[in-house]
């Protein structure tokens, strides 16, 4: 719930995030976790990618994941926009598995160990704006429901929103 990939940027609320959104969506959030857990043991590079989901719609997250592919030659629109609602977790995600039948097609690789399956669409870049609703100005206003520009976690204050029964057991304080 609440990604959003742009460049190298994944972009997900914190426990402060949360707890400043409207009563109605604290409860709604209740429902996502984010994988990297326990926190503090993440990779630094990893906890650098993250920055705060701060919805235009303030104190409502959406429950959306975007991921925006963008040619590198051509950053104006995007090349591809995935839309869903699956979870930053390796149950909706899956993980890569060295594949022992030695399958050329998938390069060796294959994807196991996926357990939740979550809806999503992909959508070429060329006809965003033609999907857009009468009066949206720009497809970052029809499509992206964040502020892009929001800021990177602080890493010694901010962690990523779990529901606090989503990490009990994974050595993190509670959500």
């Not at 709604?28 to 993440?42: F, L, Q, V």
């Not at 977790?89 to 160990?113: F, H, I, W, Y």
């Not at 060329?126 to 929001?150: C, F, M, R, Y």
Request: hydrophobic share 35%; glycine share 8%.
């Amino acid at each position: 719930m609440l990604r959003a990939v742009s460049g190298r940027q994944i972009f997900y609320p914190t426990v402060a995030d949360i707890r400043s959104a409207t009563e109605a969506a604290q409860h709604a959030a209740s429902n996502i976790g984010c994988y990297t857990r326990p926190w503090n043991k993440a990779p630094i590079g990893i906890k650098r990618l993250f920055h705060h989901y701060r919805s235009k719609d303030a104190g409502c997250p959406f429950h959306q994941e975007l991921i925006l592919l963008f040619n590198p030659r051509d950053r104006t629109a995007p090349h591809y926009v995935y839309l869903g609602s699956a979870n930053l977790s390796q149950s909706a995600k899956g993980a890569l598995e060295q594949d022992k039948k030695r399958n050329e097609a998938t390069c060796d690789v294959k994807l196991v160990k996926l357990t939740n399956f979550e809806c999503g669409v992909v959508v070429p870049g060329s006809i965003v704006n033609d999907l857009l609703e009468p009066g949206i100005k720009t497809w970052q206003d029809g499509i992206v429901p964040h502020v892009q520009s929001a800021e990177q976690y602080h890493l010694q204050e901010d962690r990523p929103w779990n529901d606090p029964r989503w990490v009990i057991g994974y050595g993190e304080e509670e959500g």
